[in-house]
């Protein structure tokens, strides 16, 4: 298997609710939902790079393709890093996901490794990092 990932699917609550955190909130690009016409099929789509997409599904629909039963999420099972190129642009996309609705579990700081960063939980607790790492070539 290479490692190759296009698509990062969260589980959510309520997909309408999701999608304008990312699509209002964060500005995120996407047509919306589609798939509506098909029973568990309704998903939201976000172009995040090229060749990466982040999927908004329900819970439920999830459930039901993997035949996996839901349980009791974890917000700390893993976290979405979204490197920028500044500590002041960790600051502004940190300041957009409060305003956007996001609740704020670890306020902006330098840390120990000689970064900066700080993490939020969208609507349904999924974890985000915003992090300028100084040891990083600059990011689109």
Request: glycine fraction near 10%.
């Amino acid at each position: 298997m290479k490692p190759r990932v296009s698509v990062i699917t969260i589980g959510v609550d309520n997909l309408e609710e999701s999608l304008q955190f990312y699509r209002d909130g964060l500005g995120f690009p996407t047509e919306g939902i589609v798939g509506e016409e098909f029973e568990y099929g309704a998903v939201a789509f976000f172009d995040l790079q090229p060749g990466l997409k982040l999927a908004l599904w329900n819970r439920e629909s999830i459930a039901h393709e993997t035949k996996v039963k839901t349980g009791s999420p974890s917000p700390t099972e893993f976290t979405l890093g979204h490197n920028v190129n500044s500590k002041a642009e960790v600051d502004e996309v940190m300041n957009k996901a409060e305003k956007a609705g996001a609740s704020i579990t670890d306020p902006t700081h330098d840390t120990f490794w000689g970064g900066y960063s700080g993490h939020f939980q969208d609507p349904d607790g999924h974890l985000w990092e915003v992090v300028w790492n100084p040891a990083w070539d600059e990011v689109e």
